[in-house]
Protein backbone atom coordinates (compact mmCIF):
# COMPACT_ATOMS: atom_id res chain seq x y z
CA UNK A 1 0.00 0.00 0.00
CA UNK A 2 1.16 3.46 -0.67
CA UNK A 3 0.35 4.54 3.02
CA UNK A 4 2.90 2.49 4.12
CA UNK A 5 5.77 4.49 2.48
CA UNK A 6 4.13 8.06 3.17
CA UNK A 7 5.84 10.39 6.42
CA UNK A 8 3.70 12.65 8.43
CA UNK A 9 3.90 15.90 9.43
CA UNK A 10 2.73 17.26 12.85
CA UNK A 11 2.88 20.87 13.57
CA UNK A 12 3.26 21.57 17.42
CA UNK A 13 3.69 24.62 18.86
CA UNK A 14 6.44 24.09 22.14
CA UNK A 15 4.97 27.21 24.24
CA UNK A 16 1.65 26.50 23.48
CA UNK A 17 0.31 21.91 23.32
CA UNK A 18 -1.66 19.47 24.77
CA UNK A 19 -0.63 15.84 25.27
CA UNK A 20 -3.65 15.35 22.90
CA UNK A 21 -1.11 16.31 20.04
CA UNK A 22 1.46 14.08 21.12
CA UNK A 23 -0.64 11.26 21.21
CA UNK A 24 -0.38 9.75 18.17
CA UNK A 25 3.23 10.30 18.15
CA UNK A 26 3.32 8.68 21.67
CA UNK A 27 0.83 5.75 19.93
CA UNK A 28 3.61 4.81 17.39
CA UNK A 29 6.09 4.93 19.77
CA UNK A 30 4.77 2.34 22.15
CA UNK A 31 4.17 0.42 19.15
CA UNK A 32 7.81 0.10 18.61
CA UNK A 33 7.70 2.61 15.51
CA UNK A 34 10.07 5.41 15.60
CA UNK A 35 9.64 9.27 15.27
CA UNK A 36 11.46 12.31 15.12
CA UNK A 37 10.92 15.27 17.18
CA UNK A 38 12.52 17.98 18.08
CA UNK A 39 15.47 18.65 20.78
CA UNK A 40 16.72 22.10 21.52
CA UNK A 41 20.46 20.97 19.94
CA UNK A 42 18.96 18.95 16.62
CA UNK A 43 16.15 17.18 15.54
CA UNK A 44 16.20 13.43 17.24
CA UNK A 45 14.96 10.10 15.72
CA UNK A 46 13.35 7.98 18.53
CA UNK A 47 12.51 4.63 19.76
CA UNK A 48 11.76 2.74 23.10
CA UNK A 49 15.24 2.63 24.15
CA UNK A 50 14.21 -1.15 26.30
CA UNK A 51 13.04 -2.68 22.88
CA UNK A 52 15.71 -3.86 20.41
CA UNK A 53 13.62 -4.84 17.58
CA UNK A 54 12.40 -0.69 17.52
CA UNK A 55 16.04 0.59 17.77
CA UNK A 56 17.39 -1.21 15.21
CA UNK A 57 14.50 0.58 12.97
CA UNK A 58 16.81 3.23 13.66
CA UNK A 59 19.82 2.30 12.18
CA UNK A 60 18.13 1.00 8.81
CA UNK A 61 16.56 4.41 8.70
CA UNK A 62 18.66 5.87 8.94
CA UNK A 63 21.52 3.72 7.17
CA UNK A 64 23.81 4.55 10.35
CA UNK A 65 26.53 1.80 10.75
CA UNK A 66 26.08 -0.68 13.75
CA UNK A 67 28.91 -0.06 15.89
CA UNK A 68 27.69 3.47 16.58
CA UNK A 69 25.76 3.97 19.74
CA UNK A 70 23.11 6.18 20.42
CA UNK A 71 22.30 8.79 22.90
CA UNK A 72 19.52 7.97 25.22
CA UNK A 73 16.73 10.76 26.44
CA UNK A 74 15.40 10.82 29.67
CA UNK A 75 12.75 13.24 30.90
CA UNK A 76 13.46 13.10 34.73
CA UNK A 77 16.42 11.67 37.05
CA UNK A 78 14.09 8.27 38.12
CA UNK A 79 14.17 7.47 34.50
CA UNK A 80 17.74 7.74 34.68
CA UNK A 81 17.98 4.93 37.34
CA UNK A 82 16.94 2.48 34.49
CA UNK A 83 19.64 3.41 32.09
CA UNK A 84 22.90 3.39 33.85
CA UNK A 85 24.21 1.42 36.84
CA UNK A 86 25.43 4.37 38.76
CA UNK A 87 26.12 7.95 38.75
CA UNK A 88 29.62 9.40 40.15
CA UNK A 89 29.34 12.32 41.93
CA UNK A 90 31.35 14.40 39.53
CA UNK A 91 28.22 13.10 37.39
CA UNK A 92 26.12 14.15 39.24
CA UNK A 93 27.01 17.56 40.00
CA UNK A 94 27.26 18.36 36.23
CA UNK A 95 23.82 16.94 35.77
CA UNK A 96 22.48 19.39 38.95
CA UNK A 97 24.14 22.31 36.65
CA UNK A 98 23.25 21.13 33.43
CA UNK A 99 19.92 19.03 33.11
CA UNK A 100 17.52 19.37 31.31
CA UNK A 101 20.06 20.65 28.84
CA UNK A 102 22.72 19.97 25.63
CA UNK A 103 24.62 17.95 27.91
CA UNK A 104 25.02 14.17 27.11
CA UNK A 105 26.99 11.96 29.93
CA UNK A 106 28.90 8.55 29.18
CA UNK A 107 28.59 5.95 32.08
CA UNK A 108 28.12 2.05 32.92
CA UNK A 109 25.19 0.89 31.07
CA UNK A 110 22.41 -0.71 33.07
CA UNK A 111 20.71 -3.95 31.91
CA UNK A 112 17.74 -3.12 30.65
CA UNK A 113 19.46 -1.05 28.27
CA UNK A 114 19.39 -3.02 25.17
CA UNK A 115 22.80 -3.86 22.97
CA UNK A 116 21.47 -2.03 19.95
CA UNK A 117 21.39 1.04 21.59
CA UNK A 118 24.92 0.58 22.83
CA UNK A 119 26.42 -0.68 19.61
CA UNK A 120 27.80 -3.39 22.23
CA UNK A 121 29.51 -1.48 24.75
CA UNK A 122 29.26 -1.59 27.99
CA UNK A 123 28.55 1.86 28.87
CA UNK A 124 25.42 4.07 27.87
CA UNK A 125 25.50 8.07 26.84
CA UNK A 126 22.19 9.76 28.49
CA UNK A 127 21.06 13.33 28.50
CA UNK A 128 17.67 15.33 29.45
CA UNK A 129 16.94 17.43 26.24
CA UNK A 130 15.22 20.85 27.71
CA UNK A 131 12.92 21.38 24.77
CA UNK A 132 9.84 20.95 26.06
CA UNK A 133 8.03 18.51 23.19
CA UNK A 134 11.07 16.45 23.27
CA UNK A 135 9.99 16.22 27.47
CA UNK A 136 6.65 16.18 27.12
CA UNK A 137 6.71 12.89 24.41
CA UNK A 138 9.43 10.93 26.65
CA UNK A 139 7.46 11.38 30.15
CA UNK A 140 4.07 10.58 28.21
CA UNK A 141 5.73 7.25 26.62
CA UNK A 142 7.11 6.23 30.30
CA UNK A 143 10.48 5.01 28.63
CA UNK A 144 13.43 6.80 27.67
CA UNK A 145 13.98 7.24 23.90
CA UNK A 146 17.31 6.35 22.19
CA UNK A 147 17.47 8.74 19.64
CA UNK A 148 20.34 9.66 17.15
CA UNK A 149 20.01 12.99 15.37
CA UNK A 150 17.35 12.58 12.69
CA UNK A 151 19.60 12.58 9.53
CA UNK A 152 20.21 9.92 7.03
CA UNK A 153 24.05 8.75 8.02
CA UNK A 154 26.62 11.56 6.76
CA UNK A 155 24.70 14.37 6.19
CA UNK A 156 24.16 17.26 8.01
CA UNK A 157 22.45 17.18 11.34
CA UNK A 158 18.90 18.28 10.98
CA UNK A 159 17.68 21.47 12.42
CA UNK A 160 14.25 22.10 11.24
CA UNK A 161 11.40 19.33 10.12
CA UNK A 162 12.21 20.41 6.55
CA UNK A 163 15.73 18.44 7.00
CA UNK A 164 14.49 15.24 8.66
CA UNK A 165 11.75 14.91 5.74
CA UNK A 166 14.45 15.52 2.98
CA UNK A 167 16.36 12.77 4.48
CA UNK A 168 14.28 10.31 5.73
CA UNK A 169 10.80 10.63 3.74
CA UNK A 170 9.15 7.58 3.67
CA UNK A 171 11.33 5.92 5.79
CA UNK A 172 9.67 6.96 8.98
CA UNK A 173 5.78 7.76 9.80
CA UNK A 174 5.90 10.69 12.03
CA UNK A 175 7.97 13.82 12.16
CA UNK A 176 7.16 16.23 15.45
CA UNK A 177 7.64 20.02 13.58
CA UNK A 178 8.49 21.89 16.41
CA UNK A 179 10.17 24.55 14.69
CA UNK A 180 13.79 25.39 14.63
CA UNK A 181 15.92 24.20 16.89
CA UNK A 182 17.56 26.78 19.34
CA UNK A 183 21.32 25.51 19.70
CA UNK A 184 21.80 23.96 15.93
CA UNK A 185 24.95 21.56 16.85
CA UNK A 186 24.56 18.55 18.76
CA UNK A 187 24.92 18.52 22.46
CA UNK A 188 28.38 18.23 24.55
CA UNK A 189 29.53 14.22 24.70
CA UNK A 190 31.56 14.20 28.50
CA UNK A 191 32.72 9.98 29.37
CA UNK A 192 32.63 9.26 32.81
CA UNK A 193 33.91 5.66 31.62
CA UNK A 194 37.69 5.01 31.15
CA UNK A 195 38.48 2.35 28.28
CA UNK A 196 39.38 -0.42 30.87
CA UNK A 197 35.85 -0.17 31.95
CA UNK A 198 36.17 1.67 35.25
CA UNK A 199 35.00 5.30 36.43
CA UNK A 200 37.08 8.13 35.64
CA UNK A 201 38.57 10.63 38.11
CA UNK A 202 39.29 12.90 35.06
CA UNK A 203 36.62 12.69 32.95
CA UNK A 204 37.05 12.99 28.94
CA UNK A 205 35.21 15.39 26.24
CA UNK A 206 34.23 13.15 23.35
CA UNK A 207 32.32 15.76 21.53
CA UNK A 208 32.27 19.96 22.14
CA UNK A 209 28.83 21.42 22.29
CA UNK A 210 26.73 23.75 23.32
CA UNK A 211 28.12 23.66 27.33
CA UNK A 212 31.64 24.90 27.04
CA UNK A 213 34.39 22.70 28.48
CA UNK A 214 34.83 26.51 31.03
CA UNK A 215 31.39 25.65 32.04
CA UNK A 216 32.29 22.02 32.66
CA UNK A 217 35.25 22.74 34.60
CA UNK A 218 33.70 25.47 36.43
CA UNK A 219 31.44 22.93 38.34
CA UNK A 220 34.31 20.06 38.71
CA UNK A 221 37.51 20.92 38.16
CA UNK A 222 40.22 20.08 34.91
CA UNK A 223 38.61 17.32 32.40
CA UNK A 224 40.36 15.91 29.88
CA UNK A 225 40.41 17.38 26.23
CA UNK A 226 41.96 15.32 23.70
CA UNK A 227 43.26 17.02 20.71
CA UNK A 228 41.01 17.52 17.83
CA UNK A 229 40.81 13.81 16.21
CA UNK A 230 38.68 16.08 13.35
CA UNK A 231 41.67 15.43 10.93
CA UNK A 232 42.27 11.80 11.45
CA UNK A 233 39.21 10.55 10.23
CA UNK A 234 40.83 7.46 10.50
CA UNK A 235 41.94 6.94 13.78
CA UNK A 236 42.56 3.61 14.87
CA UNK A 237 40.35 3.74 18.52
CA UNK A 238 38.22 6.98 18.33
CA UNK A 239 37.18 7.54 21.78
CA UNK A 240 33.66 8.00 20.64
CA UNK A 241 32.84 5.28 18.13
CA UNK A 242 30.28 8.21 16.00
CA UNK A 243 33.95 10.08 15.91
CA UNK A 244 35.33 8.18 13.48
CA UNK A 245 33.03 8.56 10.57
CA UNK A 246 32.84 11.59 8.51
CA UNK A 247 30.14 14.38 9.70
CA UNK A 248 28.17 17.03 8.93
CA UNK A 249 29.63 17.28 5.54
CA UNK A 250 27.52 18.95 2.98
CA UNK A 251 27.97 18.31 -1.03
CA UNK A 252 29.89 21.23 -2.03
CA UNK A 253 33.32 21.69 -0.81
CA UNK A 254 34.35 23.64 2.50
CA UNK A 255 37.36 25.01 2.94
CA UNK A 256 37.54 27.07 7.08
CA UNK A 257 39.83 30.15 7.11
CA UNK A 258 41.32 30.49 10.68
CA UNK A 259 40.78 33.79 12.33
CA UNK A 260 43.54 36.13 12.16
CA UNK A 261 43.66 35.23 8.65
CA UNK A 262 42.43 38.09 5.77
CA UNK A 263 38.94 36.69 4.91
CA UNK A 264 37.91 38.81 2.27
CA UNK A 265 41.20 38.11 0.52
CA UNK A 266 41.31 34.79 0.67
CA UNK A 267 37.30 34.65 -0.43
CA UNK A 268 38.52 36.32 -3.63
CA UNK A 269 41.98 34.28 -4.18
CA UNK A 270 40.31 30.85 -3.41
CA UNK A 271 36.49 31.82 -4.72
CA UNK A 272 37.15 33.08 -8.01
CA UNK A 273 35.05 32.21 -10.99
CA UNK A 274 34.03 29.87 -8.64
CA UNK A 275 30.21 29.24 -7.81
CA UNK A 276 30.72 29.79 -3.70
CA UNK A 277 28.77 30.69 -0.79
CA UNK A 278 30.02 32.32 2.37
CA UNK A 279 29.71 31.89 6.21
CA UNK A 280 31.45 35.01 7.14
CA UNK A 281 31.64 36.09 10.83
CA UNK A 282 33.43 39.30 11.61
CA UNK A 283 32.42 41.46 7.97
CA UNK A 284 30.11 41.03 5.65
CA UNK A 285 31.94 39.96 2.02
CA UNK A 286 29.20 41.13 0.00
CA UNK A 287 28.33 38.20 -2.17
CA UNK A 288 25.00 36.81 -3.77
CA UNK A 289 25.15 33.65 -0.88
CA UNK A 290 25.88 34.74 2.23
CA UNK A 291 25.17 34.27 6.05
CA UNK A 292 26.41 36.70 7.96
CA UNK A 293 27.12 36.03 12.19
CA UNK A 294 28.22 39.83 13.11
CA UNK A 295 30.00 38.15 15.73
CA UNK A 296 27.73 36.26 17.34
CA UNK A 297 28.86 32.25 17.64
CA UNK A 298 25.66 31.36 18.82
CA UNK A 299 23.59 32.69 15.85
CA UNK A 300 26.57 30.90 13.90
CA UNK A 301 26.23 27.54 15.23
CA UNK A 302 22.32 27.91 15.15
CA UNK A 303 22.57 28.50 11.48
CA UNK A 304 25.73 26.33 10.48
CA UNK A 305 23.82 22.87 9.33
CA UNK A 306 20.97 24.98 7.59
CA UNK A 307 23.39 27.21 5.80
CA UNK A 308 25.09 24.25 4.06
CA UNK A 309 21.65 22.34 2.98
CA UNK A 310 20.51 25.18 1.61
CA UNK A 311 24.03 25.81 0.18
CA UNK A 312 23.60 22.43 -1.67
CA UNK A 313 20.27 22.88 -2.55
CA UNK A 314 21.06 26.10 -4.93
CA UNK A 315 24.32 23.97 -6.17
CA UNK A 316 27.11 25.74 -4.34
CA UNK A 317 30.40 24.18 -5.32
CA UNK A 318 32.67 25.60 -2.76
CA UNK A 319 32.11 26.76 0.78
CA UNK A 320 34.34 29.57 2.34
CA UNK A 321 33.68 29.61 6.37
CA UNK A 322 35.41 32.38 8.32
CA UNK A 323 36.65 30.27 11.50
CA UNK A 324 35.97 31.64 14.88
CA UNK A 325 38.16 31.33 18.66
CA UNK A 326 38.20 27.75 19.50
CA UNK A 327 36.76 29.23 22.89
CA UNK A 328 33.59 28.85 24.82
CA UNK A 329 31.01 27.68 22.33
CA UNK A 330 33.49 28.32 19.41
CA UNK A 331 35.49 24.72 19.95
CA UNK A 332 31.82 23.10 19.19
CA UNK A 333 31.27 25.52 15.60
CA UNK A 334 34.89 24.68 14.66
CA UNK A 335 34.88 20.82 15.00
CA UNK A 336 31.95 21.13 12.87
CA UNK A 337 33.32 23.13 10.53
CA UNK A 338 36.73 21.07 10.73
CA UNK A 339 34.94 17.43 9.95
CA UNK A 340 32.84 18.87 7.11
CA UNK A 341 35.91 20.88 5.72
CA UNK A 342 38.32 19.44 3.16
CA UNK A 343 41.29 22.44 3.74
CA UNK A 344 41.83 24.72 6.54
CA UNK A 345 44.09 27.32 5.61
O1 LIG B 1 22.26 16.82 20.59
C1 LIG B 1 22.36 15.62 20.44
O2 LIG B 1 23.16 14.93 21.10
C2 LIG B 1 21.44 14.95 19.41
C3 LIG B 1 20.00 15.07 19.92
C4 LIG B 1 19.02 14.33 19.06
O3 LIG B 1 19.94 14.69 21.25
N1 LIG B 1 21.81 13.59 19.21
C5 LIG B 1 22.94 13.23 18.56
O4 LIG B 1 23.10 11.87 18.42
O5 LIG B 1 23.74 14.01 18.10
P1 LIG B 1 24.13 11.20 17.42
O6 LIG B 1 23.81 9.76 17.44
O7 LIG B 1 24.04 11.86 16.12
O8 LIG B 1 25.52 11.39 18.12
C6 LIG B 1 25.80 10.66 19.29
C7 LIG B 1 27.29 10.62 19.53
C8 LIG B 1 27.99 9.74 18.51
O9 LIG B 1 29.23 10.32 18.19
C9 LIG B 1 28.18 8.42 19.29
O10 LIG B 1 29.24 7.65 18.81
C10 LIG B 1 28.39 8.94 20.69
O11 LIG B 1 27.53 10.05 20.81
N2 LIG B 1 28.04 7.92 21.69
C11 LIG B 1 26.84 7.37 21.94
N3 LIG B 1 26.91 6.44 22.89
C12 LIG B 1 28.22 6.39 23.28
C13 LIG B 1 28.94 5.62 24.24
N4 LIG B 1 28.35 4.69 24.99
N5 LIG B 1 30.27 5.86 24.36
C14 LIG B 1 30.88 6.78 23.60
N6 LIG B 1 30.25 7.55 22.68
C15 LIG B 1 28.94 7.35 22.51
MG1 LIG C 1 24.40 12.38 14.27
Redesign the pocket.
Given at each position: MGLKKSTRIVEINPEKFSMLELSEAVGLLREGKIVAFPTET?YGLGANAFDESAVKKIYLAKGRPSDNPIIVHVCDEEQLKDVVREVPQNARALIKKFWPGPLTIVLKKSPKICSAVTGGLDTVAVRMPSHKVALALIKECGFPLAA??A?SSGKP?PTIADHVFADLFGRIPLIIDGGKCEVGV?STVISFVGADGKNLIVPTLLRPGKVSVEEIEEVIGKINVPASDSKTKHAKKPLSP?MKYK?YSPKAEVVVVMPGKDFLKKVFEIGGGKDIGVLSFTKRVGVDREFFFDGNVESYAKMLFEAFREFDNKGVELILAEGVSEKGMGLALMDRLKRASSKII
Open positions: VPSNSEGH
